[in-house]
């Protein structure tokens, strides 16, 4: 019994669940149970030999007696790894005897083939099923050849008195037999409820793996995953009832710079409020999902009403547009909702959710807040953008571009000072397609940086021409997207091409829409140094148009503001714009900067800005953009520096 743990307790519960901890606990349960039913079988025995023993049965008491030392002997030697052969030895042990005190005794009548029953359980708990089956064998067998000895006359049994000596043993050896029951039963009823606990466990977990899997962490909402198959199970279902489903694509639209001012666990809270807010708007039968970023989602089921969408998307909006405070901010966020009915505008999630993404897009460029439903024309718009883009990629070769150049005067003496590049698409398959078009597409995909390199080298190879001609103090503005800058290779790219030109870098300047510069990247500013370096000026397109950030102007050494044509156009009568422009020149004068104005197309606006100390205009009073040979005779024909 040494080599017995007294400990019956899981290898789980000591907190090792290896295969090798399950077996060691297992064969340490076997061995335990073999030497409780031995004890058992050596207690029966000995009571057995005590009434043989009374009954004056010598040869049966010896019997008993040698059979229950073996059991001891076996008891004293069982160790663990070794079960299944005491388990064999003690079975053969008492297959034997029980055979043998029948035989010498009253047959198949003998009480101790109650011991029969018990070894087969035995057996068949502890033994493997080869093993099992020799034992049933063997007692059929010797009950088969006992009963034919019998018929035939070999041997002869007397029927053993029965008294209250075979009830005796009849009862101590069903005793043991139930008690071996009854631990390997027990046994059984533990490893049930284990296995039922572990069950248990393993579908929680299983439960909580799918959550995450499909719930967003920071919201609790359902996240794409689920929304697609929410959708797929709705959109079945609709199918069939001849119903309508409707996607409410919401883009939430100043998420950004809440995020960048007040920090990210500020947009995080942000987020948290406004999925609880949509969710109080909607029904049970509507689900919201966070698709990622700002981005949320709304399947409307059972749609009756289309009109009744754009509603449920002004109470969206409205519910997410109130005030909250936030770390004790207070902060308010609008939204941009594109709406899409299935199965009019696309028969899958992914289709729908691409149609609703375009409408939402549209919602934002029709002044944000607000919703779109999708349509045709969205459908066609996407068709050619599509198809714009693979068409530019040709255009390069195909000389589909140019450049126009629009000539920049100085309002104090009226000297063209120089000009902007301004591309122009010529396409044999759309025709004139304008730059606000072109250069977006250029920039999602990726094909600015081409263009781009293009307009540098076309605008310098005029530049070089112009100077040639002896346009010596020639300057000229090109325009630079922010994806360029976010191109490292850009720097080395300018600097080879101003080398190839023989150009001074003074000769151009680039011009950065303030929108974008007002989102600071590192490798954008990196180049910007580089650019800087090099000794191109640098100007603010559309100045007052952006984000207020200023600290960049004095950051990257800003030489000149473009005043934005929106302030311009109408400066004689509009009194704020007139603000706007005073206060734009009062920075420039105070930072040292130069002012240009953009979109001069009267007298009275062009004598406004003089008197107000503008430097510089450009505008279609002077010109339109112009292809270089009317350029230059433009330039021929205007007041020179
Ligand atoms: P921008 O740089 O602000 O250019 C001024 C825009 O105003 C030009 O439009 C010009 O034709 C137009 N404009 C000039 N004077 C007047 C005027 O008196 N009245 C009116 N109504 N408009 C005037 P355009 O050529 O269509 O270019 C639009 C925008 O496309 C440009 O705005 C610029 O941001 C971008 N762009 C043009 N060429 C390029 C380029 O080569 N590269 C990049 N990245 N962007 C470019
Ligand atoms: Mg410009
Ligand atoms: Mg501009």
Redesign the pocket.
């Known amino acids: 019994m040494s080599a017995i743990d007294s400990s019956e307790s899981t290898p789980d519960h000591r907190g090792d669940a290896s295969p090798f901890a399950a077996k060691k606990h297992y064969d340490l349960i076997r061995t335990r149970r073999v030497a409780q039913i031995t004890v058992s079988v050596i207690i029966g025995l000995l009571c057995v030999a005590g009434i043989q023993f009374y009954h004056q049965a010598y040869h049966e008491v010896v019997i008993l007696a040698v059979v229950a030392m073996l059991c001891g002997v076996l008891l004293l030697r069982l160790r663990r790894g070794r079960v299944e052969q005491a388990a064999t030895a003690i079975i053969v042990i008492l297959m034997t005897m029980a055979g043998l005190m029948a035989m010498l005794g009253g047959g198949l009548r003998d009480a101790v083939l109650y011991v029969f029953p018990g070894v087969i359980i035995v057996s068949g708990m502890l033994l493997s099923l080869k093993r099992t089956l020799m034992v049933v064998i063997t007692i059929v067998s010797y009950l088969m050849l006992t009963g034919l000895g019998l018929e035939l006359g070999w041997w002869q049994h007397e029927t053993e008195a029965t008294g209250i000596s075979t009830a005796l043993i009849i009862s101590i050896a069903l005793l043991v037999n139930g008690f071996s029951i009854y631990v390997l039963h027990m046994d059984l009823v533990r490893l049930l409820s284990k296995l039922q606990a572990e069950n248990r466990r393993y579908r929680e977990t299983r439960k909580r793996v799918q959550h995450i899997a499909l719930h967003d962490a920071l919201t609790g909402l359902p996240n794409r995953r689920l929304a697609r198959e929410r959708f797929n199970a709705l959109f079945e279902l609709s199918k069939r009832k001849n119903a309508k489903l409707a996607l409410l694509f919401i883009d939430l639209d100043e998420f950004k710079i809440v995020n960048d001012s007040s920090g990210h666990e500020a947009g995080d809270r942000l987020l948290q409020v406004v999925g609880k807010r949509l969710q109080s708007c909607l029904r049970d039968s509507d689900t919201v999902c966070r698709l990622g970023g700002d981005e949320f989602l709304v399947i409307v089921n059972d749609v009756v009403d289309e009109k009744a969408l754009g509603r449920l998307a002004s109470k969206l909006i409205a519910a997410i547009s109130e005030p909250l405070k936030i770390f004790d901010m207070e902060h308010s966020c609008s939204a941009s909702i594109g709406i899409t009915i299935a199965p009019e505008d696309g028969d899958d999630f992914d289709a729908l959710l691409k149609n609703a993404d375009m409408a939402m897009y549209l919602a934002k460029d029709e002044g944000r807040n607000n919703y779109q439903y999708f349509d045709e024309r969205l459908q066609q718009d996407a068709n050619r953008k599509v198809e714009l883009v693979s068409h530019m990629r040709h255009a390069i070769p195909d000389n589909e571009f140019s450049l126009l150049y ?1 000539p920049k005067v100085r309002l104090s003496d009226n000297c063209v000072i120089g000009a ?4 122009r698409w010529n396409s044999e398959t759309y025709g004139s397609v ?3 078009e072109l ?1 977006p597409l250029a920039e999602s995909s990726g094909f ?1 940086h081409d263009l ?1 390199y293009w ?1 540098i080298e076309e605008a310098c190879k005029d530049l070089r021409f112009l100077k040639n001609l002896g346009f010596e103090q020639f300057h000229l503005s ?4 922010i994806a360029q800058l976010q191109n490292q290779n850009l720097r080395t790219q300018v600097a080879e091409i101003l080398d190839r030109y023989g150009l001074e870098p003074g000769a151009i300047d680039l ?1 950065l ?1 303030e929108t974008l510069l007002a989102n600071d990247h590192s490798q954008l500013s990196s180049n910007l140094d580089h650019l800087r370096e090099l000794g191109m000026s640098l100007s603010i ?2 100045f007052g148009t952006g984000y207020s950030n200023l600290g960049y102007l004095k950051r990257f050494d800003v030489e000149t503001l ?1 005043i934005d ?1 929106s302030f311009v156009s109408d400066l004689p009568e509009n009194t704020n714009n007139q603000a706007i422009v005073r206060a734009i020149l009062q920075i420039c004068e105070e930072l040292g900067m130069r002012s240009v104005a ?4 009267d007298e009275a606006t062009l004598a406004y800005l003089r008197n107000i100390g503008c430097d510089a205009a ?4 002077w010109s ?2 112009l292809p270089l040979d009317q350029m230059i005779e433009y330039l021929q024909n205007a007041s020179k520096p």
């Open positions: 629009q902007e590049a301004l591309i304008s730059p606000n250069i600015i781009g307009v090109i325009n630079v997207s011009e829409t397109d559309d473009k044509r953009e979109g001069v197309e450009q505008g279609y009073f339109r953009p």
